[in-house]
């Protein structure tokens, strides 16, 4: 059975994987975090796997150098499901540029299986795309 404290422990390091600039301790904290066949996406990219992800967030740190995750409040979770939102902001504080919320799924063993990412405000849907 999860619980509240592994719901938040898990989000935090789901978090902690985005800041961690160290590829080896990056890599280490993605294969405790994440399954093997893992998904992620949001409304600008999409990662499948181990190497999937951390190569989504080598892209992201090299595009916004200096910007970290941070949780806003508490995880919410129940049964395998969770939602964690979060800001994206200069390290030593100050204005986000981003916030957002991620809704996962995890796995029977207690790792991320899925995480779907949305942005505030939510984006303009692409031409061609209707809005649901």
Do not use: K
């Not at 961690?20 to 999409?46: F, G, H, K, M, N």
């Not at 970290?68 to 030593?92: K, T, Y």
Request: with cysteine.
């Amino acid at each position: 059975m999860t619980t509240a404290t592994d719901h938040t422990d898990l989000a935090d390091r789901c978090l902690a994987i985005w800041n961690e600039t160290d590829e080896v301790r990056r890599r280490d904290l993605i294969a405790r975090t994440w399954t093997e066949d893992a998904l992620y996406l949001d409304p600008s990219q999409r990662g499948e796997g181990h190497a999937g992800i951390d190569a989504m967030v080598r892209a992201v740190q090299a595009r916004f150098p200096g910007l970290r995750f941070r949780r806003i409040g508490p995880v919410d979770g129940f049964q395998d499901r969770l939602r964690v939102a979060w800001e994206f902001g200069p390290e030593g504080g100050g204005a986000p540029v981003l916030t957002g919320l991620d809704v996962g799924i995890l796995a029977e063993d207690g790792r991320l299986r899925a995480v779907t990412g949305f942005f505030d405000p939510a984006p303009a849907p692409a031409a061609g795309r209707a809005a649901s």
